[in-house]
């Protein structure tokens, strides 16, 4: 049972236990990183068999507001970690009070909330493409006007892969707009962004430990469908200033947050080539699934690294690479992509195929 709570102070020795909210793939591969490296995980969230529950030492199936269970997870790890940011701020607030928690909830807060998240980065003086806030329909009216079509509505909270969003044009009824983005999230404020008409989506992915070291990845270029990332390519095909200053915005926002972990910034380069952060996300990214194969750390070695208080390793690129997701029934091809001796495949152990669920990936090297 471990003692401490509050900050770690010193490495988690082999053997310890990390704790991780969320069951997903990323838990998953994370989970698999830290085994690696000598360390139990046990696994936290609501669904039994779920991709992390089935390589972690320990699962606790239940709900994030179930404070007896998270009392007793607490009480069975030395760090807790989370591997998806729509984790309810309560849970990791009655959890920062009984163990280490790495990244803190401050992190969390910020990201898990698209008002506040562009809040943070324009304080920070990183920009973002323009937005307001809207409440309700009138705010949504005004936050129309002021920001000019056409834009896009999203809500601020529980969004992703495109879930929550509504384009609006100038002929859209904003009743039916508003309607449409509550039946994703019910009580959430909403927020109205100008569409950027960029040239290229990109993301970058920054570690950073508790001394204040940080190591970045070089940025990849994100081709996404139907809002969900199909491809990621890296090295993006950028300029190398355009490429340095990415991963300068990385850097100083994981600084700027005191972020202990991994910090994914999705960001638009427009063809005047600007640089605006979309969204951020403090844990293992599938843009980042590439450094699995192609790179000297993955991401999860080094998100474990980071929530374990060892030194980061090299984020060195050994070769070139293109990720492709598997989703829905394309990972019904996994016995044909696995005969290209070249293709890395990862399957996340999950049983229904639904369209557009992210069920594997596969990873092309390519040699330079
Ligand atoms: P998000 O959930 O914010 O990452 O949005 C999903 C995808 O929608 C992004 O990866 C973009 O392709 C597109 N998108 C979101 N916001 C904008 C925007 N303000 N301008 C242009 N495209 C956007």
Redesign the pocket.
Known sequence: MPELTGPLDRPLSPGATIGILGSGQLGRMAALAAARLGYRCHVYGPEADAPANQVCDAATVAAYDDVAALTRFAAAVDVVTFEFENIPLATVEVLEKLAPLRPGAAVLSICQH?LREKDFCNGVSVPT?AYRAAEDVGGLRRAVEAIGTP??L?SAEL????KG?VRITAESDLAEAWAAMRGHAADAVGIV??????RM?ISAIVARSADGSVRTYVPVE?R?KN?I?DETIAPANLPDELSDRAEAIARHLAKEMGLIGLLAV?M?VTHDNKILV??LAPRPHNSGHWTLDACVTSQFEQFIRAVAGLPLGSTERLCDAVMKNLLGDEVNDWLRILSEPGNKLHLYGKAEARPGRKMGHVTRLIRR
Do not use: M, S, W
């Open positions: 698209r493409t834009c896009i999203k969004g992703y892969d495109g969003q962004e100008a569409i950027v008409p960029f989506e994100n996404h809002h990332l999705e638009f979309n969204e």
